[in-house]
């Protein structure tokens, strides 16, 4: 029942709402004699961090975090050390602006979960998003980065693809170029395109959507189980599950539906004693084990539900009205939704790569 | 560490390999004075048996399912009724035919799992794909047909929208055709041309891919959990773990990275003192929880990897070499992923729809 | 949800009735290349057959198992081998003799279940009480069987040591006389006392409870986890899960409660290099983690709630009534929970086995 | 892989060591619209909270819980409610004395898992113990304190009825005496006799086991599951799973053993047309579910391993020495065990309880 814990082995368990005290996580399962300094959580954190550029929401976090349990440190080892005990991480909200909410406390804003929590609660705190919010996925962040170091010969880099309707030119990919734009994104020629479509979209009060792809590198082939436990649809959960997320796929994806048979599966030879795949169109994932090749998810990210441009909605005591959205929004929340893919694919290797290591030593 | 579980208040764990004596799977977690027979089972299973068109494998199994446990009957009971304690529905093998496995025992085919679970496992049962064998989803299915009587509202309806290259035109869209053809599909006029494009497939030795549409009517709007618990989430998993399936979807998915705000934001109104939504971008879920409206999945089933066509591959000794993969295979693997599809779709509301009650009462 | 699968890394799901077709269970997350074959089980499951002497039910079982599932073998294995894949066992009932229940059906019977069921359910499979029957213990002896080949150097022994009020000499202890006498005993000198105690108990249409005392030898000062992965947590789940048990102690269990610190805690010292703990109050867990001694739980099992003496019990329609319960029962059910308590041990050090390896490495 | 979790739809994980800056727990699956305050929590830490009479450790920890999440408070809310989300609470630690641990640092403390974590771990945080410090338990009591507003018809209550050798006379049985002494016992008779006894252990530099016994009335007949999610079996591990404990009864629990089965089963007659049980060896449990009557559970706690009486161990290097634990020990740690039980059993009932409407209705 993980109404708010992912992963099996390693269990990444987050709590708290936009406007309250704090909001955290309690990663549960790490080996210890990890070497682990919130510096390392931090680097992390920074990157999803808002305010960064004109390009997301102006609020102010420093998402500072603090490790309330865990790891040890005495004068034997060198810094502090995982002890294999649960982890809690906390980053307490400094920016929650005093505001005045009784606009959208009783109407339901189109796109966002208004309308579903008070169906099935009853009730919403309805602050910022409260627990909908995206600042949930500054935990994700926080508990990939301990993933990470479990897995730390794993590489694994997200970039942005597609913002609205524009794509990337695939061929232009350069993996440096990602943090080198306000965008994550690997292709310096599409940021001039970027950057004005973007500032087109806040100036119409509007909002755009994205894809993008998450590739881990240097996975063994053995990670993943078949059937339930396979390691595409543990991808799938964990991606369709970061807020905004409507579709997933892994290689060549969607686009496999047109292929043929012998298009699409990748055929392998022998290249200096290993094997050596010809294609991707798997995405590094048969039969839901990886296969050693690169591990290669994309997802959609619908446009930021939240905008100046006035909409049709009704009130919680069911009266027709109108909403327009103010306040500080990420005019398109994918931008940000980079280091969060990069962390959830973290988190599901770190779990696969225990449980790998339980059932076959 | 659900390898073969899946659900959580509605567990499905199923078993057996394509070669075996048997497959099936234990339905834990199903409420107690449900009326359940094993012919309410098996009219899902036919949906989905191989043999019935020349389109789908020629294997000859009658997939005739038993009930084993769960379920009591006497004189004042009308019928078998579940009667709380777990469910297991067994189906034979019968026609697993007696075959020479010497070329794919050592022959690692491109796009199956075949690599990779002797990556991981060390060794394999070859004979028909073992457990990776999508024959598993027939215990699914029957799964699936246990979990509709436990949200009978709620109207469970697949279709194959996308065959090959091939979409079909949403505006001639008839629930009606779906079981009136071999492919699933809700457009009469696409019949023909699917005849046709698949003869041609079968002939060429080849194999193709499709896209299928779930669509769960019915569903009030409160299922579902935000975070980790979404509805959304728990569907991508449910559908990227059916074999061959390479990406999932949610309402207007990867499309809506292509939408302004304005366009993918569903519009509220009021009609007959009921909630409207003015469209449905969201596909039934908003923020994890159903909204009422109609929910949609797709996902896209990639070709069939089983194809004459000769391919580039290696031995289980590492040595280059190819292969061509005779036997009786589905030439679109995807049609009979329809009924397989539903029955996920099917466990995965009756898993909600009970883990609601719990929370909510 | 654990309502019929127990265990993390490797679970156990049991299914079926008494009275039904047949009771099993699948064994999920097993590690590959373990040899194993029907007759590894079905010894564990002799022993604990009924029908063996007079002082068991004379109910005819042969309680012969089939594995349907997640093994392989071909002419390079030697012999068949866990595939990694679930394991399903069957064992199908035979014996179910057909006879009146319109006695039980409507009344319930004091000790047992029958009145909880139709409290919790509406209504029960009254036929040999249907779930709640002693026989789904056959299906965990079936799976301590595998549980055992993972842990091998692990062994794990149980024996009454208390019938009705009768304690065993625990100076007499010979593990060896366990398997000589009907009662799972290890003082011969018990033996005779415990013949003419229960020849009385039957002969009156009585009933006794038991002590059942199980320890593995061979553990590894390591398995277990803190706080609520406790290894004794886990064993105290498991054992009071059996049918009719009642209490569970680890070490000196309860009458650690009267020690003094200095007379519980067990002191350590070296011995030729080794860590040796002077006693073994604890049982062989500290802190939830094993310590390398035998681990040693006790467990008390009630005597057998079906006795011919009339009871005074209420009908299902709330009228007081008298009830004498005729049949095949176990005049003391303890002794068959020796084999149960055994595989309990088992399949829970089995778990923590992988667990800790995947914690661990 | 419940590690650091426990519960199944009522989710509690908790964090924190002894001598970090806190510890806490999330409490994840509660049902909103429940109104919480700090307050209603703060009740059952006091209770709990260590220094508060010469027989506890003189630790001074104010135990001062804050919510960081999971509630929501305006002005048209009547107080703070719960939202559906998951409650994070917090409890700083203030009183962690700085102190030389150069001695436990480096000696293994028998009784303690100090030995255990070391050979598991590699290493251990030995300030206070730790992970494995008692302390732990105040995040229990806090998530308790959730649990009991979950099922608000039912009293829990505990008692010590054992201190050493010493048992209460349950003739004296009041529950009003309970927190009228500093023991929780409800036989007024024996305060003076346990309090002299206490002063001696205390003065000897020794300690005292106990037995806890928690009642729980006024649950419905019908929580609880069969087989694996038996209500009796998940109440053994919650009560196992509290450091110190190694032994856990359900109603007549060990001396069930030496019962005849007439005197065992609890006869049932209707009373005031109500189902009227004429005993209770059942301790309210009947296949795994509960009958209606109080639920009994026992358990012992082993004496404080922390004594000043020199003890034989060896270093983590493997010498042989003496140790001697000073500090600010309980010398009965099983006094504060008393609301930690009652604790344990509010959330295994509300876990049950929510389960039980999610399958039932």
């Known amino acids: 029942m993980s109404y708010n814990t992912f992963g099996h082995m390693l269990r990444v368990t987050t709590f708290g709402e936009s406007h309250g005290p704090a909001i955290g996580c309690v990663v549960d399962g790490c080996p210890p004699g990890i070497r682990l300094t919130p510096q390392d959580i931090q680097f992390y954190l920074d990157r999803r961090r808002p305010g960064q550029s004109r390009f997301t929401t102006q609020r102010r976090e420093p998402d500072e975090v603090k490790i309330l349990s865990g790891v040890f440190e005495d004068d034997r080892t060198e810094g502090p050390l995982t002890t294999g005990a649960p982890i809690c991480l906390l980053i307490d909200n400094v920016d929650q602006r005093s505001k005045d909410y009784s606009d959208i406390r009783d109407k339901f804003r189109p796109g966002h979960a208004d309308f579903t929590y008070v169906a099935k609660y009853g ?9 909908s919010s995206a600042r949930e996925t500054a935990a994700r962040v926080a508990a990939g980065a301990v993933a990470r170091k479990i897995i730390s010969d794993v590489v694994i880099r997200g970039a942005l693809v597609q913002m609205g309707p524009h794509r990337i030119n695939r061929e232009n990919w350069d993996w440096d170029q990602v943090d080198a734009n306000p965008f994550f994104t690997p292709d310096k020629d599409a940021v001039p395109l970027f950057e004005s479509f973007l500032d ?19 996975v063994p082939a053995e990670l993943g189980a078949p059937i339930y436990g396979k390691l595409d649809q543990e991808l799938a959960a964990a991606m369709m599950g970061i807020n905004a997320v409507k579709g997933v796929e892994i290689g060549a994806g969607f686009a496999a539906a047109a292929l043929s048979g012998e298009e699409n599966g990748d055929e392998i030879r022998m290249a200096d004693g290993k094997v050596k795949f010809l294609s991707n169109n798997a995405g ?28 049709r909605t009704i009130t919680a005591q069911g009266e027709d009205t109108d909403i327009s959205t103010k306040g500080r929004h990420d005019p398109c929340v994918g931008i940000r939704a980079v280091p969060v893919g990069e962390a959830m694919m973290a988190c599901v290797l770190g779990d696969h790569y225990l449980r790998h290591r339980g059932q076959m030593g």
């Open 123 to 131: 009730f919403r705190d309805y602050r910022g998003g409260g627990r």
């Open 284 to 311: 590094g994932i048969l039969g839901g084990i990886s296969s050693g090749q690169d591990i290669i998810v994309r997802f959609a990210v619908k446009p930021t539900s939240s905008i100046l441009i006035p909409r």
């Open 200 to 218: 087109g979209i806040r100036k119409n009060g509007s909002s755009c959507g994205a894809v993008i792809e998450v590739v881990a590198s240097g």
